[in-house]
C-alpha cells in the first residue's frame, strides 16, 4: 500500500518561510518522479513544483519560482519543499504527489497523493 504523509505546514508571516516533507513508503521511491501541488480554498488544486526520478531536474510553477525549492532524498524516501519568501497568496493545502514516470504538471499525471498540510500566511 502506497503512502504519502506530509508535514511541515503551519502559519507564518509574509516574508517568512517553512519546509514541507512528505514521506513516501510502498512505492520504489527511485522509480517515480514527486510533484507538489497546491489548492486554495474555492480554487482548483494548482501545480507548484516537480523533480525527477534521480532529482536531478526540476520543474515549478512561474508562481513560485525562485522563492520554492523542491528535492529529494532517495535514501530517506522522502520529498522537500523549502518555501522562501511566502506571500499571502501561497496559502493553501500542499499536497505531496507521486507515480509519474517523468516530471510532469498535470494532476491526472500522479496517481498517489497525500493528506495534505495547511500552509496559512499572514500578511
Known sequence: QVQLVESGGGLVQAGGFLRLSCAVSGLTFSSSAMAWFRQAPGKEREFAAAI???????????LVKGRFTISKDNVK????????????????????????????AGVDAYAYWGQGTQVTVSS
Open 52 to 62: 525527477s526520478r534521480s532529482g536531478g531536474s526540476t520543474y515549478y510553477a512561474d
Open 77 to 104: 524516501n522522502t520529498v522537500y519543499l523549502q518555501m522562501n519568501s511566502l506571500k499571502s497568496e501561497d496559502t493553501a493545502v500542499y499536497y505531496c504527489a507521486a507515480g509519474s514516470r517523468t516530471v510532469m
